[in-house]
């Protein structure tokens, strides 16, 4: 069976403070895809990263940054320097390495940056 | 245009009352699929399809229909609507697969059922 975790319910950080936003995965696959995706207060769901499992090297996009650890199966998302716009809903996915298989959402962190 | 239109954007319906979701794509993409979300449970999946003759049911199908008329459109029809059906409902696409890639989603609609 597929999962996805994130224990964060909600996180609030001051301005400029570093947060990790954690996620863990269950899967038997070898192949499979992990997804985050962000969902500001408009609603939209915003696509940010997918990693396959096989590609175990960490990412850094501007102040955003991933660590992927195959040993205990999680796919964290730290921000850095926090800004109020990073005040969202964050979606850690799943999905299979096969044709015919749907993402897997976890129940999403909701972040508030405090100014 | 936006890659994944959803109409409407928002809508008040009473109890009982028959509504539809429409989404339209641009994207090229067979699959589609929508989703609801509720606050603290994620997006759960309603209905899927794979192509315009394959359609299948998620995991909280029941109270829920689906068309697909094209391979651009997939709607979602709530036949007697109910309050606990009040979320933010999502269309989504994607290509076969084979890639792993993820969705592309629309912008959403949020339905009150009161």
């Known amino acids: 069976a597929q999962k996805v975790t994130q224990a964060q319910t909600e996180i609030s950080v001051v301005e400029k403070e570093d947060v990790t936003l954690d996620c863990v995965y269950e899967t038997r696959d070898t192949t499979y895809y992990l997804f985050w995706y962000k969902q500001p207060p408009s609603g939209e769901l915003v696509f940010l990263i997918r990693r396959n499992s096989f590609d175990e090297q960490n990412e850094i996009s501007g102040r955003y940054s991933w660590n992927f650890q195959k040993s205990t199966s999680s796919f964290n998302f730290t921000i850095t320097a926090s800004q109020v716009v990073d005040s969202a809903v964050y979606f850690c996915a799943l999905r299979r390495g096969t044709s015919y298989d749907k993402v897997i959402f976890g129940p999403g962190t909701s972040l508030s940056v405090i100014p | 245009d936006a890659d994944v239109t959803q109409t409407p954007r928002n809508r008040i319906t009473k109890t009982g009352k028959r509504i539809m979701l429409e989404c339209s794509q641009t994207k090229g993409h067979d699959r589609m699929y929508w989703y609801r979300q509720d606050p603290g449970l994620g997006l759960r999946l309603i209905y899927y399809?794979?192509?315009?003759?394959?359609?299948n049911k998620g995991e909280i199908s029941d109270g829920y229909s689906v068309s697909r008329q094209a391979q651009a459109k997939f709607s979602l029809s709530l036949e007697s609507a109910i309050p606990n059906q009040t979320a933010l409902y999502f269309c989504?696409?994607?290509?076969?697969?084979?890639?792993?890639?993820?969705?592309?989603f629309g912008s959403g609609t949020r339905l009150t059922v009161v």
């Open positions: 399809s794979f192509d315009v003759k394959d359609i």
């Open positions: 989504a696409t994607s290509d076969n697969g084979l890639l792993g890639y993820g969705y592309t």
